[in-house]
């Protein structure tokens, strides 16, 4: 069988201990309060006595009726039929306990209270309340031990779930990078291999940022535009004064972090789904509005025939920020420009944030 505490959710030692002479000495005021008033030394030691008798073994005998039922019928959805079975047991044991101690206890008292059978219905009923009252204590406090433990469980397995789905589109990351860098190498490999192997090598240098920063929530915005200025060397590879790009970022906003690699994606999705040619260049513009929102903005001119894509970046950066930061990220679309504006996270709510996806 359980521990107690493990069912009720509490020690209740102590509800024994101090209940049981507190249940006494009110029932016994209840039922003898004339005694109480008329001799109270015998009130106070043979029907105080009796009454401790009567109430600990009550007490005691339900108590395990109790524990029986709430191991016997655990989950929330029998909560009734426990009451049922453990209501019917409860009334059974109370007149077979009364029978066998009313006759070895009631002649102790007999000379001062009597056999009138108005005082005895009184008891009978004044103790089945108070038995009654003792069990909802133990009832109440069980089912708030199992609502809480329910509660508790759920909100675990939310984490968990939140962790795992993050977890799930941290690694979506690397793929989509190598997906898309390798569709640009193999426009570059027939144009002039010369460029494609310098591709290559800086292709390698920022992958080994993608690595370092693998395990990270979020990065230092200082740190993302680093590695973006290498990303951009390769960009430039290929398009040269085709693709346009102004990065505009006080040193403050600087010390603020964002989610690795969001610009770079960023910048491929605007890569991916518009043209940039020397009639049409592609401008990417990013600077930092109201201190701590990050604006990436291109130019919108959609490609007739656009290349195939994973569907992963934009929501992948979408998501990310809703599990990690609680917050969101917005996309504007105008007849001219499209518009994605990155929250910037402070220093201060990293460790609030980390504490939240381990606990």
Not at 99 to 108: C, G, I, R, W
Not at 207 to 226: K, M, S
Not at 236 to 263: M, T, Y
Request: overall charge positive.
């Amino acid at each position: 069988m359980k521990k107690a505490k493990e069912i009720f959710g509490f020690d209740d030692k102590w509800l024994v201990i101090i209940g049981i002479p507190v249940i006494t000495l009110i029932m016994n005021a209840m039922m003898f309060g004339d005694i109480m008033v008329n001799d109270l030394r015998f009130f106070i030691t043979a029907c105080n006595g009796i009454g401790f008798v009567y109430t600990s073994v009550f007490w005691l005998v339900f108590r395990q009726v109790v524990l029986f039922f709430a191991e016997r019928f655990p989950k929330t959805q029998e909560f009734k039929k426990r009451m049922v079975f453990q209501s019917l047991v409860v009334l059974v044991l109370f007149f077979a306990i009364k029978s066998a101690l009313d006759p070895l206890l009631h002649p102790l008292i007999s000379n001062k209270v009597g056999n009138n059978l108005q005082h005895n219905i009184g008891m009978t009923i004044g103790s089945l309340l108070v038995t009654f009252l003792v069990l909802t204590i133990y009832v109440t406090a069980g089912f708030y031990h199992q609502l809480r433990k329910t509660l508790v469980e759920k909100e675990r397995l939310t984490k968990e779930n939140v962790q795992s789905q993050l977890e799930s589109l941290k690694n979506q990351v690397n793929p989509h990078f190598l997906f898309n860098s390798l569709n640009t190498l193999a426009y570059l490999i027939p144009e002039d291999p010369a460029k494609a192997e310098n591709f290559v090598q800086k292709l390698s240098k920022a992958y080994r940022y993608i690595l370092e920063i693998r395990e990270r929530e979020l990065t230092t915005l200082a740190e993302e535009l680093e590695f973006l200025d290498s990303y951009n060397c390769l960009l430039n590879e290929r398009f040269g004064d085709n693709l346009r790009i102004n990065i505009h970022v006080p040193e403050e906003a600087k010390q603020l972090f964002i989610l690795p690699l969001s610009l770079q994606m960023l910048f491929e999705n605007a890569i991916k789904h518009n043209v940039v040619s020397t009639q049409k260049p592609l401008h990417i513009e990013v600077f930092v509005e109201k201190e701590d929102r990050l604006i990436v903005r291109n130019n919108l001119q959609p490609k007739n025939q656009e290349q195939p894509s994973t569907k992963i970046g934009l929501e992948n950066i979408k998501n990310r920020y809703r599990l990690l930061a609680k917050q969101a990220v917005e996309v504007i679309v105008t007849q001219q420009f499209f518009i994605v504006v990155l929250p910037l996270v402070p220093a201060s709510s990293i460790a609030k944030m980390q504490h939240q996806l381990v606990n």
